[in-house]
């Protein structure tokens, strides 16, 4: 269902080998020719060389595979021959070329259909593959988004849309039509992200509280807005929160806790009762310094991303280290992020990664997978 994804990667070309031989033979010339000198020929060649679409990297057995980068709708379907012809005839890029989003933030994937929340044109952008479309959702008063920051999907495709400013989570069906919300703002100091479960019958919203305050906390609701447990306050023990920033809910029925002030991830079932918790500060494999976002797959492996690595570590479901995707890298490549930020892992495995610095969300799939 993703085959529409491809043709993307050819409107943002990776060398080849050929090419960079090519490109190697050039700068020779040039050298001869009176040109750059041979520490700019090697420096040239080697970031070439640095380009990475295969995670991890030989000589280990590829897991993921760069796919494309989404970031208009020509991401996802053909130009068409008239479109093509403008084109050509004009020197300007179709209307379907122009980027949808100006800062890709929180993102969550579906039957097909990317969702990223932009705060910055307050509204959600729909990149829907199947119909080979983009469009906006949550446009429309009443049920105007202000400030969307994160956003969860449940087993019927439902979509949760948690407004900073609105004070509420707003939820849609899965091509953007209205259905109800929840909460009203007053409960939460600072919220900062949004979990539901499969079913739909709870409803996670991340407080993330105030600087001084002891006020760090999940509050869980059912559907109709009633308050059904909470799960902090502010502490280092296991079961307590420090400055939480994301949660998202397994397909077996596991609430994971992004405790970014503990540099950890706990987990809990989903009546809030304490499972266990991996992680801790520092630079090294495993550990976090600045975690921004997490999301988990089909067969329950978690995924954190981290702004200071600039990476995407994948986890077991208990807290092993399997893998990394990603690196720092100010030069716009695949697998180089400037400031990473949302994260969604969708049905198939594929995973999506948006780049504030860059502005850009990169796909990868799992090998294997078409």
Same mark, same amino acid.
Request: no cysteine; charged share 25%.
């Given at each position: 269902?993703?085959?529409?994804?491809?043709?993307?990667?050819?409107?943002?070309?990776?060398?080849?080998?050929?090419q960079i031989l090519a490109g190697a033979l050039s700068l020779i010339l040039s050298i001869t020719l009176g040109g750059c000198t041979a520490e700019k020929l090697a420096s040239a060649t080697e970031d070439e060389s640095t380009i990475q679409l295969e995670w991890p990297a030989p000589p280990d057995d590829p897991r993921?595979?760069?796919?494309?980068?989404?970031?208009?709708?020509?991401?996802?379907?053909?130009?068409?021959?008239?479109?093509?012809?403008?084109?050509?005839?004009?020197?300007?890029?179709?209307?379907?070329?122009?980027?949808?989003?100006?800062?890709?933030?929180?993102?969550?994937?579906?039957? =097909?259909? !990317?969702?990223?929340? #932009?705060?910055? /044109?307050? *509204?959600?952008?729909?990149?829907?593959?199947?119909?080979? %479309?983009?469009?906006?959702?949550?446009?429309?008063?009443?049920?105007?988004?202000?400030?969307?920051?994160?956003?969860?999907?449940?087993?019927?495709?439902?979509?949760?849309?948690?407004?900073?400013?609105?004070?509420?989570?707003?939820?849609?069906?899965?091509?953007?039509?209205?259905?109800?919300?929840?909460?009203?703002?007053?409960?939460?100091?600072?919220?900062?992200?949004?979990?539901?479960?499969?079913?739909?019958?709870?409803?996670?919203?991340?407080?993330? =509280?105030? !600087?001084?305050?002891? #006020?760090?906390? /999940?509050? *869980?609701?059912?559907?109709?807005?009633?308050?059904?447990? %909470?799960?902090?306050?502010?502490?280092?023990?296991?079961g307590k929160l420090n400055m939480p920033l994301a949660a998202t809910v397994t397909p077996s029925g596991t609430l994971l806790v992004l405790d970014s002030g503990n540099f950890r991830i706990q987990a809990f079932d989903l009546d809030g009762n304490y499972k266990l918790h991996f992680g801790s500060v520092g630079n090294?494999?495993?550990?976090?310094?600045?975690?921004?976002?997490?999301?988990?797959?089909?067969?329950?492996?978690?995924?954190?991303?981290?702004?200071?690595?600039?990476?995407?570590?994948?986890?077991?479901?208990?807290?092993?280290?399997?893998?990394?995707?990603?690196?720092?890298?100010?030069?716009?490549?695949?697998?180089?992020?400037?400031?990473?930020?949302?994260?969604?892992?969708?049905?198939?495995?594929?995973?999506?990664?948006?780049?504030?610095?860059?502005?850009?969300?990169?796909?990868?799939?799992?090998?294997?997978?078409?």
């Open positions: 269902m993703h085959a529409l994804l491809r043709p993307q990667i050819l409107l943002h070309p990776i060398p080849t080998k050929r993921f595979i760069y796919e494309t980068r989404l970031t208009s709708e020509a991401s996802i379907r053909k130009e068409t021959d008239d479109e093509r012809l403008k084109r050509t005839l004009t020197g300007r890029s179709a209307p379907t070329a122009e980027p949808v989003y100006r800062k890709p933030a929180a993102l969550a994937a579906r039957n =097909g259909r !990317v969702y990223v929340a #932009d705060p910055a /044109i307050n *509204a959600i952008i729909v990149f829907d593959v199947p119909r080979a %479309r983009a469009y906006k959702i949550g446009v429309r008063e009443p049920n105007h988004i202000l400030r969307p920051i994160s956003m969860a999907i449940d087993g019927q495709g439902d979509l949760y849309v948690l407004d900073s400013i609105l004070g509420k989570v707003m939820v849609y069906d899965a091509v953007g039509l209205f259905r109800y919300s929840v909460g009203n703002g007053k409960d939460w100091t600072r919220a900062a992200g949004v979990a539901v479960s499969k079913d739909g019958k709870k409803i996670f919203v991340v407080d993330r =509280g105030s !600087v001084e305050g002891d #006020d760090h906390k /999940i509050i *869980a609701y059912a559907p109709d807005g009633a308050e059904l447990f %909470r799960i902090g306050p502010r502490g280092r023990a296991p090294g494999l495993g550990q976090f310094s600045r975690p921004r976002s997490i999301a988990t797959d089909h067969e329950g492996r978690i995924y954190v991303s981290d702004a200071s690595f600039n990476n995407v570590q994948l986890f077991s479901p208990t807290g092993d280290l399997l893998m990394w995707i990603g690196a720092s890298g100010l030069r716009d490549q695949p697998g180089q992020f400037g400031l990473i930020a949302g994260i969604a892992a969708d049905e198939t495995g594929r995973l999506y990664i948006s780049d504030h610095y860059h502005r850009k969300i990169e796909v990868y799939r799992p090998t294997g997978t078409k």
